[in-house]
């Protein structure tokens, strides 16, 4: 897909989100909200996707990617707690890519239902379908379906239907073709060459295929941090094995010097960018480097100005080692197609918050993310983005739902000298984010 981006998420009666629309994201997206407001749960929506089609099913266990994916999310537990069981939990992801050569963007939706019943204990798939979103912005025009499987309104439970091209390679056209034995308890999307071997036609025939294609690549690259997860005694001390292709950081940190190498074997200017980024927290830093460390390890040396002796992550603060990973991650030349950051803020000095501010703003020039904050000190230096926060409020006792800042709503205060920052910290009821 060319410059791929999740275009809009929506959930009906999954856990605690009650969404009356779709939740439109941008580039830059910056989520704000109190304790168990639903930012997690919302990004559960994208590892939950994510997992289905890039975890490998463990057939020993007679374990499928998606009762593994499920199994992380909470099961049946899932299910709002105010709806009676059983129901349907409804997960919908838009996508849009530019089309070469064109100002045009290609929109695509996946539906998938999820039918739960918590006293049988059983959640299994009950509709899912990828069609074809130009209607998103056309209402007048039909959606084409890839294909609709398990449609209770076809009655047609355990099977499906595909669009087919009309004189195969020829395009001219489609029509549907019926698809037997529909599994309930795996993505089509994941198993569609396996659907389509029983199938007269190729699979270059089918439209969906390359759809398929295009979107498990573009749905793998996503990537998910969360800063209480980095795991800085793994950091500082592992000394990662030579020849791993590693270039995005794993969950803990603990591949830093690997990915550091394989970035800096990518692209001849990722290390010249970590040097300066470093520079802009330890003015005195003069180098960081990659070395091996024995035979077949590698570990990271960190070089000042007037200082004879490097450094090593172990004699760094905690601060500076979580700098220096979320800068490896948001100048990488490698970026993911989603990147997904959960409280980059923690355990940093408030005087760095301007720099991770224009470090995250920086790359969400060339991919797209997402980050959660409770920091009003990082919100400061996003008061001219405000467009791109999203507040997590309270709509009753148990629900929670989205809404988006607007200088309509703030330009007054913001005239007056607030930032958005200092708004949080009082609790303007206009910003929200606050338990009450």
Request: charged share 20%.
């Amino acid at each position: 897909m060319d410059q791929p981006i999740l275009k809009f998420i929506f959930t009906q009666n999954y856990k605690n989100l009650s969404l009356s629309q779709s939740v439109e994201l941008k580039n830059l997206n910056i989520f704000i909200g109190s304790n168990g407001s639903g930012k997690s749960n919302f990004i559960s929506t994208l590892k939950f996707l994510k997992d289905c089609l890039t975890n490998v099913s463990d057939e020993s266990r007679g374990i499928t990617s998606f009762e593994e994916a499920i199994s992380k999310i909470g099961n049946d537990r899932i299910l709002d707690n105010s709806v009676a069981s059983p129901a349907v939990i409804k997960f919908q992801y838009g996508f849009s890519e530019q089309l070469q050569d064109t100002s045009q963007l290609k929109n695509s939706v996946l539906d998938l239902d999820l039918f739960v019943d918590r006293k049988k204990q059983k959640l299994t798939i009950h509709q899912e379908s990828l069609y074809s979103g130009d209607n998103l912005v056309n209402p007048d025009l039909s959606p084409f379906y890839y294909y609709k499987f398990n449609d209770p309104k076809l009655q047609r439970t355990g099977k499906g239907v595909i669009s087919v091209y009309n004189q195969g390679e020829q395009k001219s056209g489609t029509n549907f073709e019926v698809l037997d034995n529909i599994p309930a308890n795996i993505l089509g999307l994941n198993v569609l060459p396996e659907l389509l071997e029983n199938s007269q036609n190729k699979l270059i025939t089918t439209p969906g295929y390359k759809i398929r294609r295009e979107l498990i690549a573009f749905i793998s690259q996503w990537q998910f941090y969360n800063a209480n997860n980095m795991d800085l005694h793994q950091i500082r001390n592992s000394e990662p094995k030579i020849g791993g292709n590693d270039i995005y950081l794993s969950t803990s940190g603990n591949n830093l010097p690997l990915v550091f190498e394989n970035l800096t074997q990518e692209n001849i200017d990722f290390e010249d960018s970590i040097n300066n980024a470093m520079k802009s927290i330890l003015p005195k830093t003069r180098r960081l480097r990659s070395l091996r460390s024995g035979r077949l390890s590698l570990t990271l040396e960190w070089h000042f100005e007037d200082i004879k002796e490097p450094f090593y992550l172990t004699e760094m603060s905690d601060g500076t080692v979580r700098m220096l990973c979320w800068a490896t991650i948001l100048h990488s030349p490698v970026l993911p197609s989603l990147l997904v950051i959960d409280e980059p803020e923690l355990g940093l000095h408030v005087s760095w918050m301007p720099i991770l501010a224009e470090w995250i703003k920086q790359a969400a020039r060339k991919t797209q993310i997402i980050i959660t904050t409770h920091s009003p000190d990082l919100l400061d230096h996003f008061t001219d983005c405000l467009e791109n926060v999203y507040c997590f409020y309270s709509q009753d006792k148990t629900h929670f739902s989205m809404k988006t800042l607007s200088h309509e709503i703030l330009d007054q205060k913001l005239e007056e000298g607030w930032q958005l920052g200092d708004l949080y910290r009082v609790g303007d009821p206009t910003v929200g984010g606050w338990p009450w």
